[in-house]
Every structure is written in C-alpha cells, then in structure tokens.
C-alpha cells in the first residue's frame, strides 16, 4: 500500500481541499480524522451530533476547531439547503417538505454541502450502501461538463505496479458508446494521478478469435476510443482491442494471439466488457494476487463523490480523501 498511498497524500497536500466526511459517528471515520490531520494534507468536515463526534476526536487526541464538525440536523445552512434541493429536483416530484426531511440526512447534506461550493469533495460509505452514497451524488452534482457516462474505477496496487480497473462498480451492461466514455474518464484518472495509460477493452475474444456480440461491441468500441482519446489527448495514449486478459497483459501471449497490437502485452489499464467482469475480476485480484484496491472511484461527475465499502478500514478512508482532493483539482474534461 505505501507507494500509492504515500503518493495520492503526497500529491493532494499541494493542493489543499476541504472533502466531508459525512459518517462521523463511524470509529473508523474518528481514526481517519486523526491520522488525516497528524498528516495535514487536507482539511476536513465531519457530519453528525456535534457531543458525539466532537467527544470521540477528543478521546483520538484530534482538537476540534470551529467548523470540523457540523450537525445536519441543527446546521444554519439546512434551510438554505433544502431550498435548493427543492429547486433542483421539484421537476421529478420533489417537494419542499420532503426536501426539509432529506436534508437532515448526512450524505445528502454534505452532498449539498460540496453543490454550494462549502466543500470540495465528499467520501462517504463505510456505514452506508453503495446506492445510498452514490444517489445523491447522481441526483444533486450530476456529471460533468462533456460527460454522458458516469463511471467508476479502481487503483490496484502493488509494490511495483499499478493498474486501473473500470467499470467494476456502476455501469451494469454498458452500450459501445458508454464504454467510450468509460474509457476516456479512465485515461483521464490516470493521467490525473500520474500515470500513463495503456488501455485494453477485453473481452473473451482476441482480434475476432471467437464471434458473438460480445466480442463485436468490444471491438467497435475499441475503434472509437482510440479515436475519441487521440483527439483529447494525443497519440501518446496507447488503446488496443478486443482483446483477452492475457493477449492484453501477457507480452509472449500477445506475440502470438495478437503481434500487431500496439499494446504488445503491456497494457495497465483495463476496460470491461460489464459490471459482472469488472466486479468480480477486481476482487478475485484482490483477493488472490494480494492487491490493494483503492476505490470505487467515481469518475465523471461535476465534483468528486466517493464511495467506500462498508468493510473499509481508517487507512482506506484516508486515501479515498486523498484520491478526492486531487480529482477536485481537475476542471472539466475537453469536449
């Protein structure tokens, strides 16, 4: 975990932003807290009841200054909020009671916190599902400028690599066209945090080795990225496809399956084919190659949102605040 994880906290110290974490009451989140300001990397807002959470970062040696922790329920800012959100969701039937209700809700109130510019970033999740912190993401930020496919990736790490894994956490049954778009928001995360990509868009066909739509969407895909990602990017970025996982990562398999591909078995950024292959590939990886997976990250959105899973540790929240800071440096993706 260090490489990665010592790079995002070393990289989003140069820029400072302030990303809500909305679970306070979570131990894991105190713990987060206290690490995260004996690294000062970022400044921070805690949601939930200010005896509560203000006494547990007392007892973790965390010094509570004015505006750490804000409670939902009793925050000057709620009317203001839920006037808002009325206004931005009244066309899908919401309603200004049931707006004043919501509010009171962490993840929607600090959603609203980073809408109004109050924060940079949310990450939120270790107490809450996937749907429950990602829909007010969905419906209060909304993507962003030249984005039509919200999406989510993973960080997987090792000591001497990383790789990229996208969609594994959203997108059930992408269109060629989302995976386009999938693919030019992973180029871009990548480019973000450093990283050069190579990108495959797999499948379970190399080079029209087997038939079926499948193969065939992948393939049309492929051609569309590279064209799309070329325009936005230049020619440095590398994309090959429809291509198997070892075509794709294996250089002597790629000799043989595949030895005019571009990649030559060299690729680091991994495109799938849907949410099934992505999903269980990045746990089967974690899992059993004993990586680190930083994420879902969600790409695409008008302002970073992250999502954590519920089995996360402090150290996995610390980088996703990390991994938030930095995407709140990135303005719009180029149309």
């Known amino acids: 975990m260090a490489g990665f994880y010592e790079s995002v906290i070393e990289q989003a110290a140069k820029i400072r932003k302030k990303v809500v974490l909305p679970e306070g009451e979570d131990p894991r989140v105190i713990e987060a807290v206290r690490m995260i300001r004996e690294r000062d990397f970022a400044d921070l807002v805690v949601l939930g009841d200010h005896g509560t959470v203000g006494s547990a970062l007392e007892r973790a ?4 200054t004015d505006g750490l922790v804000v409670d939902p329920r009793h925050s000057e800012y709620g009317p203001r909020f839920a006037q808002r959100l009325y206004e931005l969701r009244q066309a899908k039937g919401m309603t200004l009671d049931k707006a004043e209700h919501l509010i009171r809700d962490p993840m929607v109130f600090g959603t609203m916190m980073v809408k109004e510019g109050l924060a940079d970033g949310q990450v939120g999740g270790a107490a809450h599902s996937s749907a429950d912190t990602i829909r007010p993401a969905l419906q209060i930020i909304g993507p962003s400028r030249g984005t039509r ?3 989510s990736m993973f960080f997987m790490c090792w000591p001497e690599r990383i790789l990229l894994f996208a969609d594994c956490g959203l997108n059930v049954d992408p269109d060629a066209s989302q995976l386009v778009d999938i693919a030019v928001a992973t180029t871009r995360t990548a480019f973000l945090f450093g990283i050069k990509p190579r990108l495959a868009l797999l ?3 190399t080079k029209g ?3 079926g739509p499948g193969a065939t969407k992948m393939a049309r895909a492929a051609d569309r990225a590279a064209e799309r990602i070329f325009a936005l990017f230049g020619a440095g970025v590398i994309v090959d496809g429809e291509l198997q996982f070892d ?3 294996v250089p002597d398999v790629a000799a043989k399956k595949c030895p005019r591909s571009p990649l030559k078995g060299r690729a680091n950024t991994f495109i799938f084919p849907d949410l099934g292959a992505g999903n269980i590939t990045y746990k089967a990886v974690q899992r059993l190659a004993g990586a680190d997976a930083f994420g879902p990250v969600l790409q695409g959105l008008d302002k970073p949102i992250n999502d954590l899973s519920r089995g996360c540790t402090a150290q996995d929240i610390v980088a996703t605040v990390a991994i938030t800071a930095i995407q709140a440096s990135e303005g719009p993706l180029p149309t």
């Open 203 to 205: 499948s379970y066909s």
């Open 209 to 211: 080795s087997a038939g």
């Open 149 to 151: 496919t919200v999406s």
């Open 61 to 64: 040696g965390v010094r509570v």
């Open 247 to 249: 075509a794709a990562f």
